[in-house]
């Protein structure tokens, strides 16, 4: 299996070298558009590494599962979806044009607009403490932490999430008795948590393992938390192209612009990869090629025959 990791990476660094990195949060342009990561849990504990494993990077929208499972733990299924939708969009992350045309509600947790609302959802003091600390949990690492540089670049620039969430206010989606900006502050504290790789390989497990972390016993989530959340890593885990990831790749899983792509191949393993390049829908380039990989050879797509699934 290491083998097969290293030579996802050495796949993947094999195609020309195309696309960008994020460059509309500028604090994201500094990344190092050479670094490729990649690294898988597996059930025993052991993680598996290979490339640029030790470089941090924003989670950006893979802070996404996290929060909708805080908001899930925190004000129930019912308060959760009757602000925001299941259904994918096809249209980008960022994109406002349904708030308008369809209903004011979003769509799903997984776009910016949902992510406002779920932030929104979050009962409790603390927010973002509270996601932090579970982020913690989910990676198995205390250490990690907000990036206050690329935090402090979206608040200064976010301003379409701005205009997503004074709109959504203005039609009654979130509480017109709060400052929008409190949420706002949450969400871009969220997205700008700095993970690498291993972390999200074992996050990843986490969430394959049904919410139990499989080396110390300890439940993070919920069962039914963790099912719905890797339905949506599913349907609207790569922005829009999360069709065509399905087929090709059929692993649940979700990206953010930061580079980094989260996947959990149910109870067998979690996979993190890394790279900050992405294509014109916002995914890591890089990240999808591993991932295209470690499917193919190891027979991980979720409607593989069983016997195909490498040990
Ligand atoms: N913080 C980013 C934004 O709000 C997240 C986008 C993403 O990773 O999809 O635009």
Same mark, same amino acid.
């Given at each position: 299996m290491q083998k097969l990791l290293?030579?996802?990476?050495?796949?993947?660094?094999?195609?020309?070298? !195309?696309?960008?990195?994020?460059?509309?949060?500028?604090?994201?342009?500094?990344?190092?558009? !050479?670094?490729?990561?990649?690294?898988?849990? @597996?059930?025993?504990?052991?993680?598996?590494?290979?490339?640029? !494993?030790?470089? =941090?990077?924003?989670?950006?929208?893979?802070?996404?599962?996290?929060?909708l499972i805080l908001a899930l733990q925190t004000s129930g299924y019912d308060a959760v979806f009757k602000r925001v939708g299941m259904e994918p969009t096809g249209d980008a992350f960022n994109s406002i044009i349904r708030l308008e045309t369809n209903t004011a509600k979003p769509s799903n947790p997984m776009i910016n607009a949902g992510a406002i609302?779920?932030?929104?959802?979050?009962?409790?003091?603390?927010?973002?403490?509270?996601?932090?600390?579970?982020?913690?949990?989910?990676?198995g690492n205390d250490q990690i932490e907000l990036n206050e540089a690329v935090y402090l670049s979206e608040k200064k620039e976010g301003k379409r999430n701005r205009a997503m969430a004074y709109f959504m206010q203005s039609e009654g989606i979130l509480p017109s008795d709060v400052d929008v900006e409190y949420y706002l502050d949450q969400y871009f504290r969220m997205c700008s948590v700095s993970v690498t790789a291993p972390d999200l390989a074992r996050m990843g497990m986490v969430?394959?393992?049904?919410?139990?972390? =499989?080396?110390?016993?300890?439940?993070?989530?919920?069962?039914?938390?963790?099912?719905?959340?890797?339905?949506?890593?599913? !349907?609207?885990? @790569?922005?829009?192209?999360?069709?065509?990831?399905?087929?090709?790749?059929?692993?649940?899983?979700?990206?953010?612009?930061?580079?980094?792509?989260?996947?959990?191949?149910?109870k067998r393993m979690g996979i993190g990869v890394f790279h900050p390049m992405l294509d014109a829908k916002g995914n890591s380039i890089g990240g999808v090629r591993m991932l295209e990989f470690l499917s193919q050879r190891m027979g991980l797509h979720m409607f593989s025959e069983p016997e195909t699934v490498a040990g």
């Open positions: 290293d030579d996802s990476v050495t796949y993947a660094k094999s195609f020309p070298k !195309t696309g960008a990195v994020a460059s509309y949060i500028p604090e994201l342009a500094k990344a190092d558009p !050479t670094r490729y990561g990649a690294a898988i849990a @597996l059930p025993n504990g052991r993680t598996l590494i290979s490339g640029d !494993t030790d470089v =941090p990077f924003t989670m950006q929208s893979i802070s996404k599962v996290v929060s609302v779920v932030a929104s959802c979050i009962q409790c003091e603390h927010p973002f403490e509270a996601m932090l600390q579970l982020t913690r949990k989910f990676c969430l394959a393992n049904n919410g139990v972390n =499989p080396v110390t016993g300890e439940r993070v989530a919920e069962g039914w938390q963790v099912r719905i959340a890797k339905t949506f890593m599913v !349907t609207c885990g @790569l922005y829009d192209s999360s069709g065509a990831f399905a087929v090709k790749v059929g692993i649940p899983s979700k990206s953010g612009v930061g580079g980094g792509i989260l996947s959990a191949v149910e």
